[in-house]
């Protein structure tokens, strides 16, 4: 099955924002063996939308449309479906209702522009959205299959997981080439030393694929495997993935869609630990990430921002003439800044961060990049020293990753 | 003019990478002038590549082209562009030199791969590319203009600004359109019950256009203004603006790339007031967002995480008695936190959020998504009740917004 994508938004046509939708189409596509071949954006007028849907209709077996689904007066996504099938709009009881709902958990009075939602074309099968009042399309014609979603990326994902991949799954049965991907997540060890690390690829790899995509928070290792036969293909992967763990396995922290602050969360409640944070130059970044987690509250006690000196002593009761003499940027006051969050909260374990992280605040002997990460328990104290970037932001992204790395070689006793 | 841009590589198809390039474009096109009508993206594969050709170049008067120009076996895009204007490929003297150069510059031997760079469609004019080894191709034919770029990123940026631009605006000159934009960046109100707000769109807007784009965050409010006559468009951009201030001012908190972190820093720093905040439910996202501004040292105090209630007590002085009575999420917690942060802390503002974000948590009267966030100086304190969604992480977006924009709100004295 071909597939074609078509995004509806003048905002990305003049590239205000980023079609990050069409990327989570054609990935999760290709995931289920579907090729994308062609993605089109065109802006909120409806000739330039007639005319795609027609293109797009001809030439492939899935079309599957985003944006232009809302209340407003430029939204018109739907009054295009309705010309290009010819159809029209009918009221949908279950819509509305699943609209009213969602003014109604907010507390808030639904405006009666919001009745326009429940009007669907009536040539289409409705797909629920639980997150927001524009339903998703699904129309089968000629055997070729024309999905409209709202482009709010939140909505259209919930969408696209929960009930287009399974369905397009579903019909797309018969295929004899079978692809499998594999991500390695991995950090504390930056791109090319890792693929020195990796040693020859063409060997590890025997003609599958391997891509680096590194950021500030590590490297992702994306390996595609192809092969005829569906066990061959699983085996190839898992033979690759099983070489690189014996080569850089302490720097993988987690798979897909895992996220640093839940393997560490899931660490913390396997050996029924707690844990406090004291963080100065992340702002708060750690506790964030940590309690993003849902049952976070199980391991992670309290955080403490002590963004001033006077909270650095106040509250977790850092030694003032040392804090002083040393700094607040020195691995003596990132201990002290941990040891004292973990003996005010009583937890086993305490964290702690100072740096400085830019664009001001470099001294002649500490420059901009550098941070001090502590870890205490009750028996012992471990500080590490750690030079980043120039840039504000990606240093605080840069500071947790590494404090939320350190906490998870800590918890696995790797180092 | 209107312009169509067309992006090869089948890493853009597959979601594997975002389309960055054609976002750039576009926002240059559009600040110069020229409308962008169209953006497609295809795999390498040349049918499909020819088509798009064929389609852009017929519907537009300037076609972008990027990526495929590289020395390996996948870069097929010169050969489809010789084939597609029947011309054929030349050696280009200066284009040899400029490859041989580069390896120089990096003393390293150039790969023989790399003497095809410097073969050149015969119809087309060379656009030098300092950084990197495969040179821009600009054909003109039948008053239309044919663009061909390398896909890497900062190579690609570079011929854009410094030769496409110019080029194009020159011949752009004769035009008597002139396009303005500006963005209004809201929250605290919906999009459909802001749509309502507005009232006449037609009668606000008399033939400009306006996108109304929601996200957790709020709505971002873009106005784009046509007009024949630099001025004309310029003022009747700023009297749409003012329309929608008489109407919608105080959701308002900044327009294009401002953060309402940054708007908030700034008032505080304008006022010399000094701010700690308590966080519960949003467990340091506000703190986090407060310290990404440069130089918030000077007004952002401390945060504490408050997570468990033993540290709302033990930190922020919170009755024991009445935190077991009211619960942690109740006004009367709300309004204890601010005040206890504030007092501890002695800054001249506290802001505390407290509530129930998902999945777990909900009670009988209770739900998932139900928030209170307080705010208090030395003389009164506010408490506002909230009930955001069912998800976790767009509810800590959506408590964190609020909370600022309260904040906002407080400091200007609106309500």
């Known amino acids: 099955m071909r597939a074609q994508i078509i995004t509806i938004g003048d905002e990305i046509l003049i590239g205000q924002t980023l079609n990050t939708n069409a990327a989570y189409i054609g990935d999760a596509l290709t995931k289920a063996q579907i090729s994308v071949v062609k993605t089109i954006v065109v802006g909120d ?3 330039a939308i007639l005319e795609e849907f027609k293109t797009s209709f001809d030439r492939s077996d899935i079309v599957i449309v985003t944006g232009g689904l809302g209340p407003t007066h430029d939204d018109i996504t739907k009054s295009c479906i309705v010309k290009f099938f010819n159809s029209e709009l009918v009221h949908h009881e279950e819509v509305m209702q699943d609209v009213k709902n969602i003014f109604l958990r907010r507390g808030r009075k639904m405006p009666d522009v919001n009745k326009a939602q429940a009007l669907v074309p009536k040539i289409a099968r409705i797909i629920r959205n639980q997150r927001g009042t524009a339903p998703g399309i699904w129309i089968k014609k000629n055997k070729k ?18 009930d287009i991949i399974p369905e ?7 295929k004899d080439m079978f692809i499998k991907l594999k991500n390695l997540l991995i950090t504390g060890i930056g791109e090319s030393a890792l693929f020195e690390l990796l040693g020859d690829i063409g060997e590890l790899l025997h003609g599958s694929r391997m891509a680096f995509l590194p950021s500030q928070f590590g490297v992702k290792l994306r390996i595609t495997v192809e092969e005829a036969g569906e066990e061959v293909a ?3 992967l898992s033979e690759i993935e099983q070489k690189i763990r014996f080569k850089a396995g302490k720097y993988i922290y987690g798979t897909e869609d895992e996220t640093l602050e839940g393997v560490v969360g899931r660490l913390l409640n396997e050996r029924g630990l707690s844990l406090a944070v004291a963080e100065s130059c992340t702002g708060g970044m750690i506790s964030n990430r940590l309690t993003n987690i849902p049952g976070s509250s199980s391991y992670f006690e309290r955080g403490i921002i002590s963004y001033s000196n006077v909270a650095k002593v106040e509250v977790l009761k850092v030694n003032e003439d040392e804090l002083i003499q040393n700094g607040a940027v020195s691995p003596e006051s990132a201990k002290e800044m941990a040891e004292g969050v973990r003996s005010i909260s009583g937890t086993d374990i305490g964290l702690s961060v100072t740096g400085i992280l830019g664009p001001a605040g470099a001294t002649k002997d ?11 328990d009750d028996k012992t104290c471990m500080v590490e020293q750690f030079f980043f ?5 990606l240093n605080k992204d840069r500071a947790s990753q590494a404090a939320l790395d350190m906490l998870r070689r800590y918890l696995l006793g790797i180092s």
């Open 168 to 174: 397009l799954t579903k019909l797309n049965k018969n």
């Open 234 to 236: 699983i085996n190839k």
């Open 45 to 47: 007028d409806e000739t």
């Open 389 to 393: 970037g120039e840039d504000r932001l």
């Open 145 to 162: 299959i024309f999905i409209s979603l709202p482009g709010v990326p939140h909505e259209m994902k919930a969408m696209i997981d929960n």
């Open 366 to 376: 500490k420059p901009v990049g550098l941070v001090y990460i502590g870890i205490c």
